[in-house]
């Protein structure tokens, strides 16, 4: 696991300078190595953390004749099979990296190699004869990408602040997009919150060449439902699958631990690490004991004789550390979860350099709660919809009662009524919370694309959809690669595989969620492996008692304080925001996540412009 930043830019002077000031600024990728190419019109720059080929798998990587130049980010998983194919046409290796792989592949089958890989990557090729660069970006987005375009600029890099030190950015905020923000938490398209930032999304490749790029998707996710097998055949075809996956994410040359929580995917991926030799495992909980759900991990981790080690965050330790979160993750992200899980990587990376992880098994397999919404409303929906629409509106003028919420909703197509089940900040509201009104879309407009190209699946399997495209690609992986990377810990996720991803996008709607249950087949995958206890435990994400800390005084008092700043005022309503946090404390309404989405958003803005 490693960072990279370049750029092609014949205008900048003294390149070597700028080169090594953008790497030192993304070290926490990679601290065991470093390495530059240089040429008149192009500067790379690579940051290592060895996992693989410790002596020889340093970067940039050329061909044989040095007229290719290669930086890489992630791992490749079935390097091994595709090294030896290369050789077999010739191909000449010196390193027994993955990395040297993309390179020879590249020269051997052009983009067509992207078809062929197996893992988590991000990298870009130099042609230093046509001075043509060429990038990619894994089918899930599991590494990040970002790309600086204005003028004859162009910047490149896994992490935005390796941008920072070039003498060409024009830093400056994307407020247009605050609205966006204001509603999904974060930006659900390719724009940033940096203005001409932009992320290459998962499954994408690029070429840029005299000064044009061109962006193309190389790999579309898409169902193909398959309703000829059993129930038990896609339990065995799971397991089977899982326990592939697993042992293909363990080749390493350090050693591989694994994160736990009481939930049934970490503890699948815990098991099947075990069974192979004792794996040490990683756990986070919270003083605030009703909170915690260390007991389950723990529990766990006895009955299947796992190494487990547990850190508990105080509420103290929370908000010191919450500016740092936000510098980390490049955008503002104000995921509560970000915080446990930069301290649970944090315990991890004090003893091993590598985790796996359960992140992806949600979206694929159908694990949030949500998805058994349709089902809920499927008799309900038979209704005429003017009779349904009737019953809304009469529904949403009375005060609140039992049903309200169903009538309301159950009225709407999955299109209206889905998106990320809730907004932050609806679109009524998010005017109300801004310095100044901005004209913006629908947030629907971003979602609706990928409903559209799902319009003949079942509601399920839409939500899905949608959630693969959206909130795990902008939320989930983006957080655990940033929080892994800021401790310098490699974060593997066994089900984000395209084996795994074969088998899921065929698993019929029934075999993956009903009334009373989510994530059937991996349920009954992971109970041949796990104690009934565990694998039958319901999703509960990742539980923060942030709710409760914002009603005490002194971290009332530090948001409080953040609000009434002068920064505050150039975006927000200060009184309105003052008065989401006051009611909160006063218990009269539940403002948390409309508080910590503001107050993320004004730690960034001081992270990156003003401190920086």
């Known amino acids: 696991m490693c960072g990279f930043v370049g750029f092609v830019d014949a205008r900048t002077q003294d390149k070597a300078n700028v080169i090594h000031a953008m790497a030192d600024q993304i070290v926490h990728r990679g601290p065991d190595q470093e390495g530059y190419f240089l040429d008149d019109t192009a500067a790379l720059g690579f940051r290592r953390l060895s996992i693989i080929d410790l002596e020889k798998g340093g970067q940039p990587i050329y061909n044989e004749d040095q007229s290719k130049v290669l930086v890489f980010n992630g791992e490749i998983y079935n390097y091994k099979q595709l090294r030896e194919e290369l050789i077999q046409k010739g191909h000449q290796f010196t390193t027994k990296s993955d990395s040297e792989v993309l390179l020879h592949g590249y020269e051997e089958y052009g983009k067509e190699l992207l078809q062929k890989l197996r893992g988590m990557y991000a990298f870009v090729i130099w042609d230093r004869t046509s001075q043509k660069l060429f990038g990619a970006r894994d089918i899930f987005g599991i590494k990040p ?52 930032v932009f992320k290459l999304l998962g499954g994408h490749c ?20 398959d309703e000829t097998k059993s129930l038990e055949e896609w339990v065995d075809t799971i397991e089977k699958t899982f326990e592939d996956s697993v042992l293909t994410h363990r080749v390493s040359d350090v ?34 004991e009703k909170y915690s759900e260390l007991s389950y991990a723990e529990e766990f981790a006895q009955s299947i004789d796992l190494d487990i080690h547990t850190k508990k965050v105080s ?39 590598v985790v796996l992880s359960g992140e992806g098994a949600d979206e694929l397999f159908g694990g949030y709660n949500y998805y058994t919404e349709p089902l809920d409303y499927a008799s309900y929906q038979k209704l005429p919809q003017w009779l349904r629409s009737f019953a809304a509106a009469v529904a949403g003028k009375l005060p609140s009662f039992h049903g309200k919420r169903f009538l309301t909703r159950a009225s ?26 901005v004209t913006a879309p629908d947030p629907a407009q971003f979602t609706k694309p990928y409903f559209d190209q799902a319009a003949k699946l079942d509601d399920v399997s ?36 395209k084996k795994m991803l074969e088998v899921a996008m065929q698993i019929p709607a029934k075999y993956r969620v009903s009334r009373e249950m989510t994530k059937i087949a991996l349920r009954k995958a992971a109970i041949r492996q796990l104690p009934p206890k565990t694998a039958n435990k319901k999703k509960l994400g990742f539980p923060v008692p942030l709710n409760d800390w914002l009603k005490q005084e002194p971290y009332y008092r530090q948001v409080a304080e953040a609000f009434q700043s002068e920064e505050a005022k150039l975006f927000f309503d200060q009184a309105y925001i003052m008065k989401l946090l ?9 403002n948390m996540k409309k508080i910590w989405s503001v107050y993320c958003f004004l730690l960034w803005y001081r992270e990156y412009f003003i401190n920086r």
Not at 208 to 218: D, F, P, Q, R
Not at 419 to 433: A, G, H, L, S, T
Not at 582 to 590: I, L, S, T
């Open 145 to 196: 990408f970002y790309y600086y375009h204005k003028g004859d600029v162009f910047l490149f890099g896994s992490e935005i602040k390796g941008f920072l030190p070039h003498p060409h950015f024009e830093k400056a905020v994307n407020q247009k997009r605050l609205p966006e923000y204001l509603s999904f938490e974060y930006l659900p398209c390719e724009e940033t919150m940096f203005e001409h």
């Open 206 to 225: 690029f070429t840029y060449e005299n000064g044009s790029l061109t962006v193309e998707k190389y790999h579309q996710i898409e169902y193909r439902i």
């Open 255 to 288: 050693e591989v631990g694994t994160f736990l929580s009481s939930g049934i995917d970490s503890s699948y991926v815990a098991n099947e690490v075990n069974k192979s030799y004792h794996v040490k495992a990683f756990s986070v909980g919270y003083k605030e």
């Open 315 to 353: 509420a103290d330790e929370f908000f010191e550390i919450a500016p740092k979160i936000q510098y980390y993750m490049d955008e503002p992200l104000p995921n509560p979860s970000a915080l446990p899980l930069y301290f649970v990587a944090n315990t991890a990376a004090k003893q091993v350099k």
């Open 412 to 437: 709407q197509p999955i299109e209206t009524r889905f998106i990320r089940n809730n907004y932050v900040f609806d679109q009524k509201e998010r005017q109300k919370v801004l310095a100044q009104p």
């Open 462 to 497: 839409k939500m899905q959809y949608v959630d693969i495209h959206t909130w795990m690609l902008y939320d989930i992986l983006l957080k655990a690669d940033k929080m892994s990377m800021a401790n310098s810990l490699e974060l593997r996720v066994p089900f984000l595989d």
């Open 582 to 590: 006051q009611d909160h404390k006063d218990g009269k309404r539940g």
